[in-house]
């Protein structure tokens, strides 16, 4: 059974950083596209970015280029979304994704088929 668990939250001032972690078990872990998804309340969830199974691709929203880089170590089975330059609009639940599709649009949900439970990131003026 794959599970996906995400860590490395909290609260944090504007222009600030934080590194997000996700770990996944029960799968084979390079077999996975992975993504990066937040959701702040009464806003549907929105794609934050996206990395190929072996890392050499990588996708992000316009909102957040150029300030947050996503990496993944296979080794480990985790990926990691490195958030710099942080805004107060960036508060939000994250929570990341497995996707076993082979070729599909990785900012929509529903190309993933595995969710972590999220990690909330405040981020204060």
């Known amino acids: 059974q794959v599970q996906v668990g995400e860590s490395g939250g909290g609260l944090v001032q504007a222009g600030g950083s934080l590194r997000l972690s996700c770990a996944a078990s029960?799968?084979?872990?390079?077999?996975?596209?992975m993504g990066w998804f937040r959701q702040a309340p009464g806003i549907e969830r929105e794609f934050v970015a996206a990395?190929?199974?072996?890392?050499?691709?990588?996708l992000y929203a316009t909102s957040v280029k150029g300030r947050f880089t996503i990496s993944r170590d296979n080794v480990k089975n985790t990926v990691y979304l490195q958030m710099n330059s942080l805004k107060p609009e960036d508060t939000a639940v994250y929570s990341c994704a497995m996707s076993s599709v082979p070729i599909g649009d990785r900012t929509r949900v529903g190309t993933y088929d595995y969710w972590g439970q999220g990690t909330q990131v405040t981020v204060s003026s």
């Open positions: 990395i190929s199974k072996s890392g050499g691709i990588t």
């Open positions: 029960g799968g084979t872990f390079n077999s996975y596209a």
